[in-house]
C-alpha cells in the first residue's frame, strides 16, 4: 500500500512539474509573438512612409511638368496626406489633439503639424514633411527640397 502511494505522489508530482514546464513556455512564446507582431507592425509603418515619400516625390515632379511652382516654404509642416494622391484606408483626418481609443490608424496632428500613426499597443510615431536640409537626410526620396522625417517615437503603457 505503501509502495502504492508512494508511486501516485512520483506521478502527481511529474504531472505538477511537466504543467509548470508547458506553462512557462506557453508565456515565453506568447511573449515572442507580441515582440513579432509590434515588429511586423514597425516594418508595415515603415514601408508606408516609404511610400508615402514616393508619392510626394511623384507629386513634385508633376507639379514641375505642368510649370505648377510649389513653395516648399508653404508646404513645410503641411499635411502630407493632401499632397499625396492614394491616402491609405485607415486615415483618419486631421485632429488637434491624439482621438482616443483608436489603434494601427494615421492622423494629422493639427497643433503639432505631424503625421502621426498609433501602433496596437497605444505608441505612437510621429513624422514631419520638412523642407530638406541636404546635410542631415532622413530619407532616400527627398522630393524637390521636402523631406517627410521621423520626429519621435512614443511609448504608451
Known amino acids: 500500500m505503501q509502495a502504492n502511494n508512494a508511486q501516485q505522489g512520483i506521478v502527481r508530482f511529474n ?5 509548470i514546464v508547458i506553462g512557462i513556455l506557453i508565456i515565453y512564446l506568447l511573449g515572442r509573438l507580441d515582440a513579432i507582431h ?4 514597425d516594418d508595415k509603418v515603415a514601408a508606408e512612409v516609404q511610400t508615402f515619400r514616393l508619392q510626394l516625390a511623384e507629386n513634385w515632379i508633376s507639379n514641375n511638368i505642368r510649370q505648377k511652382n510649389t513653395d516648399n ?3 513645410a509642416h503641411g499635411n502630407p496626406m493632401l499632397l499625396i494622391s492614394d491616402v491609405p484606408k485607415h486615415y483618419i483626418g486631421e485632429y488637434e489633439k491624439t482621438p482616443k481609443g483608436v489603434n494601427s490608424v ?3 496632428n493639427t497643433t503639432l503639424k ?3 500613426f498609433i501602433t496596437k499597443n497605444y505608441s505612437s510615431k510621429h513624422f514631419l514633411l520638412k523642407k530638406l536640409n541636404y546635410r542631415s537626410l ?12 521621423t520626429v519621435e517615437t512614443t511609448h504608451h503603457p
Not at 15 to 19: L, T
Request: glycine share 6%; aromatic share 16%.
Open 106 to 108: 494615421w492622423f494629422y
Open 15 to 19: 504531472f505538477a512539474v511537466s504543467v
Open 114 to 116: 505631424h503625421l502621426v
Open 38 to 41: 509590434a515588429q511586423i507592425e
Open 73 to 75: 516654404q508653404t508646404i
Open 138 to 149: 532622413s530619407s532616400t526620396y527627398p522630393s524637390g527640397g521636402l523631406d517627410l522625417a
